[in-house]
């Protein structure tokens, strides 16, 4: 079934500038973590993928729990105080701010989203809390964002902060991705950490094909993006920085979200959708 086959009706509740009738990226993630801010066109998105991935709500949840140790190791570890969260979706449990103000209850956190629907929830939940903004900006416009006055004023660029891509990158669809992130990594001070999470191709017999199939699948869905890139085009984000260790005795560089640093011991392998999404943690010199 595709989108055209389905007609929608949109629901009274719909915030203004919301068309329900077209997928939004933050809404398909909340559809694959269980929320309920989504509609019919989101799940449709799942659903599709589903047909030859019936574990693909496990690329969101590898990438949530990779984004809290994450941003714990950063904050813990790194003694970063500043996070700058780019598309940061709709909230959910453990966000940012909620991993990283248990640490320190006066880290800065900006999340930056264009999506009215993240913006409306984010703005009325955060509202009492005096550390923690949304900022309307284009993630995939680093200009923009690097210049936009209301993320300058709640986040010093003399001092080290972190900057989070975290299941952002693979939507960028206009090229590699390289240059977008050298972008924003010049404008970050030394003693500053990038932290990335991105659908996977692991150039493996069997998985490559998978990642193939549902970079399709979400290319030529009503979301129209989802690329599964290789280890060397991943990379290629972070050139020229320090990439932290994945685990212990392990040499640095990158590892599927869900070995970065795990809680606990595993118990059951991974399945085949867990092996194509990756992560990584890098220092600026």
Request: charge should be negative; proline fraction near 7%; include cysteine.
């Amino acid at each position: 079934m595709s989108s055209s086959d389905l007609e929608y009706t949109a629901p009274s509740s719909v915030p203004v500038g919301v068309d329900p009738t077209r997928a939004s990226i933050a809404r398909v993630y909340d559809a694959a973590l269980g929320g309920k801010d989504n509609y019919e066109i989101d799940r449709l998105v799942l659903q599709q993928v589903a047909t030859r991935a019936p574990e693909v709500r496990d690329l969101a949840w590898s990438n949530r729990n990779f984004l809290i140790r994450a941003v714990r190791f950063v904050a813990e570890q790194g003694g970063i105080t500043q996070f700058l969260d780019c598309g940061s979706g709709l909230p959910t449990a453990e966000n940012t701010h909620q991993v990283v103000q248990r640490i320190n209850p006066d880290s800065s956190v900006v999340y930056v989203d264009n999506d009215p629907v993240v913006l409306a929830h984010g703005r009325a939940l955060l509202e009492d809390a005096p550390h923690t903004h949304v900022v309307a900006e284009d993630i995939f416009n680093p200009a923009r964002v690097l210049g936009n006055e209301e993320i300058r004023r709640y986040l010093d660029f003399e001092q080290p902060l972190a900057l989070l891509q975290v299941g952002t990158l693979h939507h960028y669809n206009a090229d590699d991705g390289a240059d977008l992130m050298r972008e924003y990594i010049d404008a970050l001070p030394s003693g500053s950490f990038v932290v990335i999470a991105h659908f996977f191709d692991p150039e493996t017999p069997g998985l490559t094909e998978l990642a193939q199939k549902m970079e399709q699948l979400f290319i030529h869905s009503p979301m129209g993006s989802g690329r599964f890139r290789t280890e060397s085009q991943l990379l290629a984000f972070v050139e020229g920085l320090e990439i932290m260790s994945p685990g212990l005795n392990k040499a640095p560089g990158l590892a599927l979200c869900d070995e970065w640093w795990p809680d606990g011991p595993r118990l059951r392998p991974l399945n085949e959708v867990e092996q194509c999404i990756a992560g990584l943690v890098a220092r600026k010199p």
